[in-house]
């Protein structure tokens, strides 16, 4: 029990309930509560759940803990009460405190192939952990979570009533020449236009109907939105001003709107914002892709290759003075963790990835994240997920690194919860009160967190934050 610390005097448990732990307190049976934190930890990222505890961390203890152990075998091996038993006999057991006996639950995140784990029913009962609570899912992310479980990839799903004609094919055409420029000799560019989409994967294998992965990319913005009718790409720019500069954004009919017309405009404008050094090697020598800008692509190229097309919203890219900011709908299909040691592929549209890598733009298949995070600081990346919100998030700062990663996430936190107090922010991003308020003083000096209200009821307000909502015009 070494990752509880506790109070044996007062009888309290000092580590407070956050994203990764949950208190319960069980005077008689099993709360039902404790199987939505079990659904919510399964379905995010794993967490402990402590029974016999009060919110404070007060220890009051389970009355006749082996049976109340027994009853939450019976209940995770019930199929009408939950519908995935991810525990093994270890996961559950019984420590002695003060005289009292707590029941600890270890609960890991789930296999891809076994989410959503629900309690009960899966239109209801399904829930995700973030800041520290448990939330019910609706359809729109249990859809999002069924999706991903399934073992080939989402993308080359066929769309029906989608063909040749609802591309846009200077698209294809310009993909086509990149993959000349790269490989000339690729035996698949003496193919036919059908053939050649079909080995792509832009239209399914016996069928000429397009996949989803080739009306995204390709697709005429008309048929994207028949298909899609939430999908937008949204590139903002933001200088002195508080609301964006310039905006490039579907849905305005002045440019067709898929995916790769999207990345091969946005990544050259990002890339303007990397300063670019010289090199003496028999002179001066501009070096025009440095580590920096690889790590912007693969940004992008990770947002890309990661979205939910079918959530509203899958790909929103920012950039200010200070910071590049890259959206994705959909969180991680690994575990965060394990995204940032590398290693390990499992992207949600491989279809996509694939076609990227036809043109040489993946090149870092189950290391992107790592290399991002090696290539980029000081400052380092915030690579994040909202599980409230179903999207992932990668914020490269920019500048002279005066805003260093506990910064961002502190920017993060008071951005997604304006009226948290010192010790929320410390709990969230895992620095002490006094850092907090050490780092906060900074911000606001430097301008980027400004503190409204009195010191009751105070709320702050982040100003050109990596993490501030999206701001329009009026």
């Not at 069980?26 to 659904?39: H, L, Q, R």
């Not at 609960?107 to 939330?135: I, K, N, S």
């Not at 009226?419 to 000096?445: F, H, K, P, Q, Y």
């Amino acid at each position: 029990m070494a990752h509880l610390r506790i109070d044996l005097e007062s009888l309290r448990i000092l580590d407070r309930e956050g994203p990764h732990l949950e208190f319960k307190s069980c005077p008689g049976n099993i709360p039902g509560s404790t199987w939505e934190t079990y659904s919510a930890f399964a379905n995010t990222d794993g967490g402990t759940i402590v029974l016999g505890v009060e919110d404070d961390g007060s220890i009051t203890g389970v009355q006749k803990p082996e049976v109340r152990k027994q009853d939450i075998w019976n209940i995770l091996n019930n199929s009408e009460a939950v519908n995935h038993n991810i525990l093994r006999w270890d996961d559950v057991r019984i420590e002695e405190v003060g005289g009292l006996s707590i029941i600890i639950m270890e609960v890991g995140r789930a296999e891809r192939a076994l989410r959503p784990v629900c309690y009960r029913r899966m239109d209801t009962g399904t829930f995700r952990r973030f800041d520290g609570g448990d939330y019910r899912c609706d359809m729109d992310e249990v859809a999002s979570i069924m999706r991903d479980r399934c073992a080939s990839s989402y993308d080359e799903t066929v769309i029906e009533d989608m063909t040749a004609d609802d591309l846009d094919m200077d698209s294809v055409d310009a993909f086509r020449n990149r993959l000349r420029a790269l490989s000339p000799r690729h035996p698949w560019l003496d193919h036919s236009d059908a053939d050649f989409m079909s080995e792509v994967g832009i239209t399914g294998h016996a069928t000429s109907n397009l996949t989803l992965a080739g009306l995204v990319m390709f697709g005429r913005e008309p048929s994207i939105y028949h298909a899609l009718p939430r999908f937008k790409l949204d590139y903002l720019e933001y200088g002195e001003n508080p609301v964006w500069d310039d905006r490039l954004v579907t849905g305005t009919g002045t440019w067709n709107g898929n995916v790769f017309n999207f990345m091969t405009r946005v990544i050259p404008r990002l890339s303007e914002s990397i300063s670019t050094p010289y090199a003496l090697d028999g002179g001066m020598v501009r070096i025009d892709d440095t580590p920096r800008h690889k790590a912007v692509r693969e940004s992008v190229l990770n947002a890309v290759c990661n979205a939910d097309y079918m959530r509203a919203n899958p790909l929103t890219i920012e950039r200010s003075r200070s910071f590049i900011k890259v959206r994705n709908a959909g969180l991680f299909r690994i575990p965060l963790e394990d995204a940032e040691k590398g290693g390990v592929s499992d992207p949600r549209n491989a279809t996509i990835a694939r076609m990227l890598s036809l043109i040489g733009m993946v090149e870092r298949h189950g290391v992107g994240v790592r290399f991002i995070m090696e290539s980029w600081g000081p400052p380092e990346p915030v690579i994040s997920e909202d599980a409230k919100r179903s999207c992932s998030t990668v914020v490269l700062p920019l500048g002279g690194g005066d805003t260093d990663e506990t910064a961002l996430k502190i920017l993060m936190c008071v951005s997604e919860k304006p009226d948290s107090t010192l010790e929320e922010i410390a709990e969230s991003v895992g620095v002490s009160r006094a850092t907090v308020s050490s780092r906060m003083r900074d911000l606001r000096n430097q301008g980027k967190v400004v503190r409204e209200g009195r010191t009751k009821g105070t709320r702050w307000r982040v100003v050109d934050s990596p993490v501030a909502p999206i701001r329009t015009r009026h």
